[in-house]
């Protein structure tokens, strides 16, 4: 069981990267696929979260910046982040609700991939 994220780096203020989380095989069943972030000394937050009918929800801070995505061929979740600005500077993780064969529903997490925004 593993997710594979990537996209994080430095950018200023203004700027935009956008996040990936690919899920392996062994996911049998990929329900909900989201985006959280935490920032040093404060906690974890939703950033955005996708269903698998391709509802989403946001957390209140992205006011329209952000937008997530899924291809469920790829098993890959995106988070593309534009207007970024310094306080949105934080570890962002993928989190995946699966079915894993063997294993029943549950939720895993990928490793953080830090996002730095500079003014």
């Known amino acids: 069981v593993q997710l594979q994220a990537s996209g994080g780096g430095s950018v200023q203020a203004g700027g935009s990267l956008r996040l990936s989380c690919a899920a392996s095989r062994s996911m049998f069943r990929i329900n909900d696929m989201g985006w959280y972030r935490q920032a040093p000394g404060k906690q974890r937050e939703l950033v955005a979260v996708?269903?698998?009918?391709?509802?989403?929800n946001y957390g209140d801070f992205v006011k329209g910046r952000f937008t997530i995505s899924r291809d469920d061929v790829k098993r890959t979740v995106y988070l593309q982040m534009n207007s970024l600005k310094p306080e949105d500077t934080a570890v962002y993780s993928c989190k995946v609700d699966a079915i894993v064969i063997g294993r029943g529903p549950a939720g895993y997490w990928g490793q953080g991939t830090q996002v730095t925004v500079s003014s």
């Open positions: 996708i269903t698998s009918d391709g509802s989403t």
